[in-house]
């Protein structure tokens, strides 16, 4: 929605951002390295998305599911700070969906304990966020979570159902079909 202002158009509504991470914890059976994988949605459409192998390995699921988060917040800021650059204002907070409880507990908690004290320093730059009101994490269960496809076989019907969502109704598209 635009309206005039002094002769000159304005954008009146926020750009609403939203991202879905997920990780597999060391599905490389050679290396033993987990996969990241997240997708990041500007309006509903899918313009960032990655799908690659750690750079170091993860000793537990939830530590592979929190850098797989920090990646897709490393993202997210570069997206926003790409938007803001063109003069578009960012709705806030920018949900980030994660299935793995233990990194969302992570996220939003400065405490840790033993566990998770290894984890490193870098990813907690999320609770910044977190606390700021940046990014919101949200739990969101495995089979609504879009970044599966990135990071594990899934069934036939899961896969059409996320590269329906990345790709849209492609049949309904004029001259495609």
Not at 2 to 28: M, P, V
Not at 64 to 70: H, P, Q, V
Not at 156 to 170: A, T, V, W
Request: hydrophobic share 35%; with cysteine.
């Amino acid at each position: 929605m635009k309206y005039k202002l002094d002769g000159t158009e304005k954008e009146k509504t926020k750009w609403s951002l939203k991202a879905f991470c997920d990780s597999d914890f060391a599905g490389d059976k050679n290396t033993r390295l987990s996969v990241t994988g997240y997708g990041i949605y500007l309006h509903g459409c899918l313009v960032s998305w990655k799908s690659r192998a750690m750079k170091t390995h993860a000793l537990s699921s939830t530590e592979a599911e929190y850098i797989a988060m920090s990646e897709v917040v490393c993202e997210i800021l570069f997206v926003r700070q790409i938007l803001e650059f063109f003069g578009k204002k960012v709705d806030y907070p920018i949900v980030v969906n994660c299935d793995n409880v233990g990194a969302i507990f992570l996220a939003h908690n400065a405490k840790t304990s033993n566990r998770t004290k290894h984890i490193d320093i870098k990813t907690h730059f999320i609770r910044e966020y977190v606390e700021k009101g940046v990014v919101k994490i949200v739990f969101v269960g495995s089979e609504d979570n879009d970044a599966d496809i990135w990071t594990k076989n899934v069934t036939e019907k899961l896969y059409s159902k996320h590269s329906n969502k990345f790709m849209g109704e492609i049949g309904n598209v004029e001259g495609l079909k």
